[in-house]
């Protein structure tokens, strides 16, 4: 799987969109990007996972730039309880792989 | 949907005794599981990957004997730390990976709460 680079950490104001950076530049054409988090001591949590196509869901939108070698996730108001580690994941669709996490981004909302 | 458990939340047990993790996909059915460990304050590590009805596979580094896994059905999945010592104190994580069914996403793993294992 493709190797992904991450800020260490962010901070983001409560109530303000949280956009997180994800670089993947030797990503390959058939790997998607998943984005999971992990609250502190609670398992990771999926977000969303996308292609080539940006996606939106009730938690967040994952946009993914034309080349695909970095895509961005945004937390459209984050709150509090946002404050977590993300983690973007390069992976092979439907290869039954597990994930592999890397250390991810610490983003901390503060009131 | 999607929901997975763990149980127990946290275990406290004296060096030299065995502990059970069980690792339980509530409302869809998984054919793949697979185990992780975090020690504080550092990322996720993959310990194995449970397959239904066959052995697991290791990752490099990870005593087998010591780590026994159990995929019997399609929704439980479970870990046994034998003769467990102060160094194998850790966060331990199992994932199911989606089957499409229940809110399942294909091939998309959801991940259980968690088991804090913490050796006398």
């Known amino acids: 799987d493709a190797k992904t680079t991450q800020p260490p950490s962010m901070d983001c104001a409560e109530g303000r969109a949280a956009n997180l950076p994800c670089n993947h530049s030797t990503i390959s054409g058939n790997e998607y990007v998943y984005w999971y988090r992990q609250i502190h001591s609670q398992g990771p949590q999926y977000i969303i996972h996308g292609l080539k196509n940006n996606e939106t869901n009730e938690m967040a939108s994952l946009i993914i730039t034309e080349d695909r070698k970095s895509s961005t996730l945004i937390l459209p108001h984050a709150t509090l309880r946002d404050t977590a580690v993300y983690y973007c994941i390069v992976r092979v669709a439907n290869s039954g792989y597990a994930l592999n996490f890397g250390k991810g981004t610490s983003l901390l909302v503060t009131p | 949907g999607a929901v997975v458990s763990q149980h127990p939340s946290r275990v406290i047990c004296k060096s030299g005794t065995s502990v059970k993790i069980e690792c339980r996909s509530l409302d869809f059915q998984a054919t793949t599981m697979f185990w992780y460990r975090q020690f504080p304050k550092k990322s996720l590590m993959l310990m194995a990957t449970?397959?239904?009805?066959?052995?697991?596979?290791?990752e490099q580094g990870v005593e087998k004997d010591k780590f026994l896994i159990n995929h019997a059905s399609l929704t439980l999945s479970t870990l046994t730390v034998t003769s467990a010592h102060p160094e194998d104190s850790s966060f331990y994580i199992c994932?199911?990976?989606?089957?499409?069914?229940?809110?399942?996403?294909?091939?998309?793993?959801?991940f259980g709460p968690g088991t804090r294992l913490t050796v006398l």
């Open positions: 994932s199911a990976r989606g089957s499409g069914t229940s809110g399942s996403v294909v091939d998309t793993q959801y």
């Open positions: 449970s397959n239904e009805g066959s052995k697991a596979t290791y």
